[in-house]
């Protein structure tokens, strides 16, 4: 079974920082792409950032320049660093994994997706 799991989110004031994690778990063999996702009340869900397995990144243009996305592929785990956070920003965070995986007696490409981590800025 594989699971991704966020944490890190919370109630910050606007200007300041947060720090998100997801951790994958499960009979993983590989992890490609992975993603950071953000879904305010009433809204679509929005790309925020993503990486490649070779560490190239992506950013929304609304976050370029205050947000960081990283990883960790020694523990299959990806951070978003949120710094300069304004209200706009406040939203459920969603991370995303393309993973190649043992499920079952098979093996499988699929995309996964965290539970979510709310993300609240106060101004």
């Known amino acids: 079974q594989v699971q991704l799991v966020e944490s890190g989110g919370g109630l910050v004031q606007a200007g300041g920082s947060l720090r998100l994690s997801c951790a994958a778990s499960?009979?993983?063999?590989?992890?490609?792409?992975m993603g950071w996702y953000r879904q305010a009340p009433g809204k679509q869900r929005e790309l925020v950032a993503t990486?490649?397995?070779?560490?190239?990144?992506n950013y929304a243009g609304s976050v370029k320049g205050r947000f960081t996305i990283s990883r960790d592929s020694a523990k299959n785990t990806m951070y978003l660093q949120m710094n300069s956070l304004k209200p706009e920003d406040t939203a459920v965070y969603y991370c995303?994994?393309?993973?190649?995986?043992?499920?079952?007696?098979?093996?499988?490409?699929?995309?996964?997706w965290g539970q979510g981590t709310q993300v609240t800025v106060s101004s």
């Open positions: 990486i490649t397995s070779g560490g190239s990144t």
């Open positions: 499960g009979n993983i063999l590989k992890i490609n792409d």
């Open positions: 995303k994994a393309e993973l190649r995986a043992i499920v079952g007696a098979q093996i499988r490409n699929s995309d996964y």
